[in-house]
């Protein structure tokens, strides 16, 4: 049997596959005979690209499409026997990339055909840059993927290199390292199928009040461990530089989770004017967050800010860094409070370039505000 097709964007394939009856019990029935016929053949993949949407749940097409698309070199080879065929070989895909869905939906398992192949070490070489794009974020990677076994019990190993990628979480992209890694494994029979093992390192900078109660930029530096699809297996961990951030404090404006659970803390035990005042002063800085980083981003500036409080309302910030370490920062209060000056700060920081756990926490600056024409300002701050 030989066959030949072309792709649906171009390239071919082509192949030849044997039958043969020699060892065959001739008193075997007409059934029997195919069944038991040996298999030897190979199919050729020239540059055979392609490019398809696959719906992972039928019943929800739309919201559970898979676009995908690359091109195939090498070839796959099949023998066994016609009842049990054994594919093998190794394909090389190239341009290869995948569009994830937000939901895979719950597709429901068909029946295994009696004629179920055995696979024996088929892999796949996944070309450098190859694309992975889902709805947080996207990634390129390389590597490889082995496939064993029958489909009632089917091994599959994929891990890959990540090149670079980008996680694009509500209020800060996380940018991944060349030295990550994300390992794919697939066993049939086991308890917990599917594993997605990720090692990975990233970065990203946030604005954020200091211990000293100002904003500053700081830069991130995040670690993932573990199977993403198990959260309590998965490990984060996060540090700053200046490293005036904690773990949880990094973790919850990247992920919003201070807003969160400060609005829950605040519905069980505090008044409607304390409450309102607590939305307004967690919920305007987070829900204007993207807004503000690209307005800031256009106007080469650090950050801009909204920010609010219960004693000045709304207040305007932004900030830019001069040089390494120097900061140049500015305040306004958007609306006068009855009573009080009309507030504003301008000052120019500089953090003390130093190791020492003593010295490196402290901030030099000089600068004006309402009630100052000018002043000089000392800040030093430690976390108990």
Known sequence: LSLTADGSHGGAASGAVTANWSEVDGESSLAGLISEAALNGAILFEDFSFAEELAADPKQPEETTIKTGGSLF????????????VIGGVINLASFFAELPGSFGEPEAGAVPPETPRFDDLTINIAPMSLIDFPLGSVHISGKAVIDGT???????????????????PNAPI?????????VQYQSSADEP???????????????RSLTGQYERFNVFL???????????????????????????????IGQKQLVESLAGSVTGSSQTQLSDTIFSLAV???????????????????I?????????????AGKTVSPGLMLHGSRQLKQQENQLFRY???????VPSQDKVFSRLRLGVGTDQYRPWKITFDWSRRF
């Open 74 to 85: 090498g070839s796959v080879t099949l023998g066994g026997r016609v009842s049990e065929p």
């Open 151 to 169: 489909l009632a019990d089917l091994n599959i190993d994929a891990p890959a290199q990540i090149s670079d990628g980008l996680l694009d979480l």
């Open 175 to 183: 940018t991944l390292e060349e030295n990550s890694s994300l390992r």
């Open 194 to 208: 599917l594993k997605v093992e990720l090692n990975a390192n990233g970065t990203t900078a946030v604005t954020a």
């Open 223 to 253: 670690t993932f461990r573990g199977n993403l699809l198990n959260p309590e297996g998965l490990n984060m961990d996060a540090y700053s530089e200046p490293p005036d951030l904690t773990k949880d404090q990094i973790l919850g404006i």
């Open 285 to 303: 800085p987070t829900l204007t967050s993207r807004f503000t980083q690209e307005l800031a981003s256009s106007l080469s500036l650090d950050y």
């Open 305 to 317: 800010t909204l920010d609010y409080n219960a004693f000045d309302g709304a207040m305007f910030r």
């Open 345 to 351: 700060d301008l000052r120019l920081t500089w953090r």
